[in-house]
T-cell receptor, first 114, second 115 residues
Framework: DTAVSQTPKYLVTQMGNDKSIKCEQN?????MYWYKQDSKKFLKIMFS???????INETVPNRFSPKSPDKAHLNLHINSLELGDSAVYFC?????????????FGQGTRLTVV | AQSVTQLGSHVSVSEGALVLLRCNYS??????LFWYVQYPNQGLQLLLK??????LVKGINGFEAEFKKSETSFHLTKPSAHMSDAAEYFC?????????????FGKGTLLTVNP
């Protein structure tokens, strides 16, 4: 009965490969996000989508391309993976109501690029 | 732009002792403030939030936080630490403006609880 689910949980891949992370939420929320947590646990937003429309793109390299086929799903595709992409990627969603509502986070995908 | 500063990257307390995790924010407008907890290898879970109204906010697991506008602070407290409270804690501020909502996080504070 998971609210925000991400797959896979762990991803180990070589430099130069292309990989995708999938996210689904069953909360009926309109807004979804991708956050990146680096090795020092610092969390930063990458993208947000509202009703399948890109709202925020925080100067993320073009190698990262989010896709939202419907408002319950937000996938992240990464091309030409680099060592520096190693991190934990969190998907999140939030209900309507704007910035006074909390975000609900998935369990994270630990990406390791070797 | 809003920002959050968490004083102390690591706080260690004894079981049963007071927990105090500090958070200061910078915002040009009244902020919305959040505390999240992250247990090892898990996602973030909301502890509590301040939007408007009462400045003392109670959350889950016995935690509470007080919004002090004059001090631009939103410190998290718990009267008596439990072993299960050991985790990473993040303070966050949200910007304003409808669908352009995003959370800006502090760098986190690791809480360890000693028996």
């Amino acid at each position: 009965d998971t609210a925000v689910s991400q797959t896979p949980k762990y991803l180990v891949t070589q430099m130069g490969n292309d990989k995708s992370i999938k996210c689904e939420q069953n909360l009926g929320h309109d807004t979804m996000y991708w956050y990146k947590q680096d090795s020092k646990k610092f969390l930063k937003i990458m993208f947000s989508y509202n009703n399948k429309e890109l709202i925020i793109n925080e100067t993320v390299p073009n190698r990262f391309s989010p896709k939202s086929p419907d408002k319950a799903h937000l996938n992240l595709h990464i091309n030409s993976l680099e060592l520096g992409d190693s991190a934990v990627y969190f998907c999140a969603s939030s209900p309507p109501g704007g910035s006074n509502t909390e975000a609900f986070f998935g369990q994270g995908t630990r990406l390791t690029v070797v | 732009a809003q920002s959050v500063t968490q004083l102390g990257s690591h706080v260690s307390v004894s079981e049963g002792a007071l927990v105090l995790l500090r958070c200061n924010y910078s915002s040009s407008v009244p902020p919305y403030l959040f505390w999240y907890v992250q247990y090892p290898n898990q996602g973030l879970q909301l502890l509590l939030k301040y939007t408007t109204g009462a400045t003392l906010v109670k959350g889950i697991n016995g935690f509470e936080a007080e919004f002090k506008k004059s001090e631009t602070s939103f410190h998290l407290t718990k009267p008596s630490a439990h072993m299960s409270d050991a985790a990473e804690y993040f303070c966050a501020v949200s910007d304003l403006g409808g669908s352009n909502y995003k959370l800006t996080f502090g760098k986190g504070t690791l809480l360890t609880v000693n028996p």
